[in-house]
């Protein structure tokens, strides 16, 4: 009698962690994203599609100096950011004027021509950072969630410190004030700064 | 007498104006005939898409080494552009960018040297030149002959002075979907060996 109990009782909690399982697997949360695009690879394992641009909080038209860090290669240019709910325009130039490459978003279309660059340098992995810096948290934190990783916010009066992490590990640092930002990933070892100039 | 006179008085001017109108051959000689040229530009670069501009001031040189743009304003910084590399220097650190193995940037620097040095034989092979002369100023218009350049720019646009120096005062690179970036110089100084603050610039 009792070990009928018992073993009614183990099949019971078998069945309801089956369950549970099976409603964490399949649960997503609704978000819309660029599904036509390529996927961008957070972690070597997980990866998510890019933010529909209707994400974009507010907008932007702005002058950034730019520094990105690679290792122990280090570059400069300036970037003209024109950025709102139809996607992002990126113009790279240099302090002659000519220009060092153009970057395109917007809904079905992410595109970055450039003769400077490495013809390998996607699109769609830039513009991952400029929508970890620049669109809705909510959007941010559930297209993440989806993935299997966490993004988290800490705010303070002159911005916010959001984090990418992956099983606990921060993946990304993004640094966000009325003045820069500081997109620093600390899997790949490469930072930019974008610090505005008007 | 009288008639001499007219003669003279009617010829006089002719001959003056053809002694002082500048050529293809004596401006890019004139530029090209110091081995260093430094000053002051200021940029003005349209934007696609806007009614913005960028605009950026600072100082410049010009010699075999290469060119040197240095930036004062809306942000310091430094550019030189050498035959297979650029160096940059941003608040006091400076990064070296090789581009030995990057042929659109070696045909781009060397495009901007023989331009701004008034290298007519390279300029030639670059470029179908339009040159017109008045009795003060010349326009040189350069449409480029290599498709990586005309992807990149549809002509360049250099004006200058006539005197016993032609200088060059403004230059105009015009995109392919007509924006442009213009340059203008002023205090144009010549020199021919560098000093020590701008050897700095190379090492």
């Not at chain 1, 209707?54 to 909080?57: A, G, H, P, V």
């Not at chain 1, 400077?116 to 996607?122: E, R, T, Y």
């Given at each position: 009698m009792i070990r009928n109990l018992i073993l009614t009782k183990l099949a019971l909690l078998f069945v309801f962690a089956l369950a549970a399982c099976a409603s964490t697997s399949v649960e997503k949360i609704a978000v819309d994203t660029e599904d036509s695009l390529e996927k961008v690879y957070v972690t070597n394992s997980k990866a998510i599609h890019l933010l529909s641009p209707?994400?974009?909080?507010g907008t932007e038209d702005a002058l950034y100096a730019f520094t990105g860090n690679f290792k122990s290669q280090r570059f400069n240019c300036l970037i003209y950011n024109q950025s709102n709910q139809e996607g992002i325009s990126l113009l790279l130039t240099n302090e002659l004027g000519l220009d060092m490459g153009n970057l395109i978003f917007a809904p079905g279309t992410a595109s970055f021509t450039s003769s400077?660059?490495?013809?390998?340098?996607?699109a769609e992995y830039i513009i991952a950072d400029f929508q970890n810096a620049s669109y809705d948290i909510k959007a941010l934190t559930a297209n993440y969630q989806n993935a299997g990783l966490e993004f988290t916010v800490k705010s303070s009066a002159d911005g916010s410190v959001r984090r990418i992490v992956s099983d606990k590990d921060v993946i990304e640092e993004i640094t966000v004030t009325k003045s820069s930002m500081v997109i620093k990933n600390l899997l790949r070892g490469y930072t930019y700064i974008l610090t505005r100039l008007e | 007498m009288k008639k001499l006179f007219l003669i003279v008085f009617a010829f006089f001017p002719l001959s003056f104006s053809f002694a002082e109108k500048a050529s293809l051959e004596t401006v890019c000689q004139s530029l090209s005939a110091h081995s260093l040229t430094y000053g002051d530009f200021s940029q003005v670069k349209m934007l696609a898409n806007t009614s913005r501009t960028l605009k950026s001031s600072g100082t410049f040189l010009f010699c075999d080494q290469g060119v040197v743009w240095h930036t004062k304003k809306p942000l310091s910084s430094i550019m030189v552009i050498q035959k297979d590399r650029m160096i940059q220097t941003i608040g006091g650190k400076k990064s070296v960018m090789d581009a030995s193995q990057n042929d659109v940037f070696k045909t781009t620097a060397a495009t901007i040297s023989s331009v701004f040095r008034g290298d007519q034989k390279a300029l030639e092979d670059f470029f179908t030149i339009d040159f017109t002369s008045g009795q003060n100023s010349w326009q040189m218009v350069l449409s480029p002959r290599d498709k990586t350049l005309s992807q990149a720019m549809k002509k360049i646009v250099l004006e200058g002075r006539n005197a016993s120096d032609s200088t060059l005062d403004k230059l105009e690179i015009i995109q392919g979907n007509d924006l442009s970036t213009t340059y203008t110089f002023s205090n144009q100084t010549y020199g021919s060996e560098l000093n020590d603050d701008q050897k700095s610039y190379f090492n």
């Open positions: 209707k994400y974009m909080e400077f660059f490495p013809s390998d340098l996607k | -």
